[in-house]
């Protein structure tokens, strides 16, 4: 797989909650902090739907709780723009800034 085409596997599989798919790719060597074209992270797209496991999954992989997008966002504002308390909760007591 190409870095780009490792960024979507892995934001998908954060978007979707899929935890096993997540082991794999790490299995796989993929980097758990590639990004995407807008330089989203897995773990902004696991805040943004909610998938509290695989957001947990990744700190715990000790990823960089504060990546910005191309936009400046980090995964806490994605969590707090859809009002993901426990996700929030998580991040904030994980470091996580907005």
Known sequence: MSDMNDALALCWAAAQG??????????????LEAADYDRRTGLHLA?????LAVVKFLVAKKVNVNPKDRWG??????????NHKNVIAFLESHGGSV
């Open 47 to 51: 805040a943004s739907e909610g998938q």
């Open 18 to 31: 899929d935890l096993h798919e997540m082991q794999r790719l790490v299995a796989s060597g993929v980097h």
């Open 73 to 82: 966002g980090t995964p806490l504002a994605d969590a707090k723009r859809h």
